[in-house]
């Protein structure tokens, strides 16, 4: 029964061979006999395999296969902690940096033979073979490349060098200078001190950590502080506690109406020039200084008003309508108007002319289309002067004809609407502008 197992075993084995055999084919190879040194450790010498779909990705693959066999063998002969976790994230900075090392390709004047290029040229030896396999061909490349313990001596002292200048520059930089005197330095101090925490797993790290910390709090201490704003100008500097500091970058300055005349850096000022003639008096208006670093956010508004260079008016309550004569034998109805506008600017103002357009609705007065339009009532010749930001109540005493005031009675309706234009201007600053107002309640007395 034993025997019976063993010789199937055997079969089976036998055959596995045999499909394999025929499946992979050998079809060209650069020597014809394959070198001892691809199978076995030389002394002085790693191996490298690589498999690629032609020559040339097989013999980088190859290559690469030399890199990581040689930072591998350098990194186990690095010194690290005796902590496992700091052991094992020591040992990751480590390849890091080895692989990093082991990819430059220039060479260390003078002294012995340096590995910062892994290069084809000192491959010693090499051998490839193409075949086919699965009904697939690809090709398989050896390359003999020499490496010693001299070698990896050379890249543990090159790590351990690396170290001690990390080291001595955390030195400097944990302790932080009184005084910057640009943005730009402590920015940069802290993406170098960024670098050391993410390379330290020690102590060290803690102290990178702490010394980042300050750095940013010192750019959130950094203010906007205005020397000058008038209108159309604002200069600032920036401060940071009790003494000036500059940046190199410039601010991105955004307004809600205003356009942006220039941005100019003169030396410890910085001024923005503006055009305000599409800035409204009604409006909030504003500058919004922002300047682009990713550590902070450093930005200002600065409010400014228009009033004292611009005029503005508004109707702010509904408009009455008073008789004040009207005769059985006289085809003209003698009516005060009764106004309530607002100022928005200090600036006096003239009102030239004022057109109103009343509309009545007799049933079903949420549906807008139920209202009536009536004949305009123009208002011409006012020339009537107002002074002051605030509330003006006025009136003005109209002719019209009876026939045309009898129709649009506030009586004869359920609802009343208005609307209207104020024609106005100022001398002042020669601007001639129009106030419209819609659907505001009019109300008659007759």
Same mark, same amino acid.
């Given at each position: 029964m034993k025997n019976n197992i063993k010789n199937s075993i055997l079969l089976v084995l036998t055959l596995f061979v045999v499909v394999s055999c025929v499946n992979y084919k050998i079809l060209e190879k650069s020597k014809s006999q394959k070198p001892d040194w691809v199978h076995g450790i030389e002394t002085n010498y790693l191996i490298g395999q690589g498999i690629g779909k032609n020559y040339d990705e097989a013999k980088l693959n190859a290559l690469h296969m030399i890199k990581e066999k040689i930072v591998s063998s350098v990194a186990q002969n690095i010194s690290f902690e005796q902590n496992i976790k700091v052991n094992e994230i020591r040992y990751k900075k480590a390849i890091e940096f080895l692989e990093e090392y082991?990819?430059?390709?220039?060479?260390?004047?003078?002294?012995?033979?340096?590995?910062?290029?892994?290069?084809?040229?000192?491959?010693?030896?090499?051998?490839?073979e193409r075949f086919r396999e699965e009904k697939?061909?690809?090709?398989?490349?050896?390359?003999?490349?020499?490496?010693?313990?001299?070698?990896?001596?050379?890249?543990?002292?090159?790590?351990?060098?690396?170290?001690?200048?990390?080291?001595?520059?955390?030195?400097?930089?944990?302790?932080?200078?009184n005084n910057y005197y640009t943005i730009d330095e402590i920015v940069t101090d802290i993406e170098e001190l960024q670098y050391l925490s993410d390379i330290f797993v020690d102590e060290r790290k803690a102290w990178a950590d702490i010394a980042i910390k300050k750095l940013q709090n010192k750019l959130q201490a950094i203010k906007i502080v205005s020397n000058t704003d008038s209108l159309g100008y604002f200069s600032y500097?920036?401060?940071?506690e009790n003494h000036l500091i500059k940046t190199s970058r410039v601010p991105v300055v955004e307004s809600n109406c205003a356009e942006i005349i220039k941005i100019d850096k003169q030396g410890k000022y910085n001024d923005i020039e503006y055009n305000y003639n599409n800035c409204e008096p009604d409006e909030k208006n504003y500058l919004d200084i922002n300047y682009p670093i990713n550590e902070i956010r450093l930005s200002k508004r600065v409010c400014f008003d228009v009033c004292l260079k611009k005029i503005l008016i508004q109707n702010i309550d509904d408009v009455s309508f008073s008789s004040q004569h009207k005769n059985f034998f006289n085809k003209w109805h003698t009516i005060k108007c009764h106004f309530t506008i607002e100022s928005k600017s200090p600036l006096p103002f003239?009102?030239?002319? @004022? $057109?109103?357009?009343? #509309?009545?609705? /007799?049933? *079903?007065?949420?549906?807008?289309?139920?209202?009536?339009?009536?004949?305009?009532?123009? @208002? $011409?010749?006012?020339? #009537?002067?107002? /002074?002051? *930001?605030?509330?003006?109540?006025?009136?003005?005493?109209?002719?019209?004809?009876?026939?045309?005031?009898?129709?649009?009675?506030?009586?004869?309706?359920?609802?009343?609407?208005?609307?209207?234009?104020?024609?106005?201007?100022?001398?002042q600053t020669g601007e001639h502008k129009i106030c419209k107002f819609d659907d505001f309640k009019y109300y008659t007395n007759w």
């Open positions: 082991t990819s430059e390709t220039k060479s260390k004047a003078g002294g012995g033979i340096y590995l910062k290029g892994i290069s084809l040229s000192r491959v010693t030896d090499y051998y490839w697939k061909e690809q090709v398989v490349y050896f390359i003999k490349y020499p490496f010693s313990p001299k070698d990896i001596q050379q890249l543990v002292d090159k790590w351990n060098e690396r170290e001690v200048a990390l080291s001595n520059r955390l030195d400097t930089l944990k302790f932080i200078k500097s920036l401060m940071l003239i009102i030239d002319k @004022i $057109e109103l357009f009343p #509309k009545l609705c /007799k049933r *079903k007065c949420k549906n807008n289309d139920n209202y009536k339009n009536y004949p305009a009532i123009i @208002i $011409e010749n006012i020339d #009537k002067e107002f /002074k002051g *930001k605030g509330t003006h109540p006025f009136t003005q005493v109209i002719k019209l004809q009876k026939s045309k005031t009898k129709s649009w009675v506030s009586r004869n309706g359920v609802s009343t609407k208005i609307s209207g234009k104020i024609y106005y201007h100022s001398e």
